[in-house]
Nanobody
Framework: QVQLVESGGGFVQAGGSLRLSCAASGSIFRINSMGWYRQAPGKQRESVATITWIGSTNYTDSVKGRFTISRDNAKNTGYLQMNSLKPEDTAVYYC?????????WGQGTQVTVSS
């Protein structure tokens, strides 16, 4: 019912910025919570940032003050603005949309931050 496609990943030097996008299809995205998760090689997948359908946000401590999650329900799109990137931010970033009707994940987009 919901399909998610991430884009915007790439290569950036430490201190740089990227904006990830999560384009959604399906009728329930607007009422779902959504979030960004990341997984680095050899590490567990972790939550980076989440946002509810009414706009309440939460961030993992390591990205507070650097990353901003947002959503544009009119465009069925979620975003993750990443500033002051660090090498430890290198990971595959995944978009997630979940609610009472299901739990959906995108395919991921690679973010690589060089030192």
């Amino acid at each position: 019912q919901v399909q998610l496609v991430e884009s915007g990943g790439g290569f950036v030097q430490a201190g740089g910025s990227l904006r990830l996008s999560c384009a959604a299809s399906g009728s329930i995205f607007r009422i779902n919570s959504m979030g960004w998760y990341r997984q680095a090689p050899g590490k567990q997948r972790e939550s980076v940032a989440t946002i509810t359908w009414i706009g309440s946000t939460n961030y993992t401590d390591s990205v507070k003050g650097r990353f901003t999650i947002s959503r544009d329900n009119a465009k069925n799109t979620g975003y993750l603005q990443m500033n002051s990137l660090k090498p430890e931010d290198t990971a595959v970033y995944y978009c997630r949309s979940w609610g009472r009707f299901g739990d959906y994940w995108g395919q991921g987009t690679q973010v690589t931050v060089s030192s």
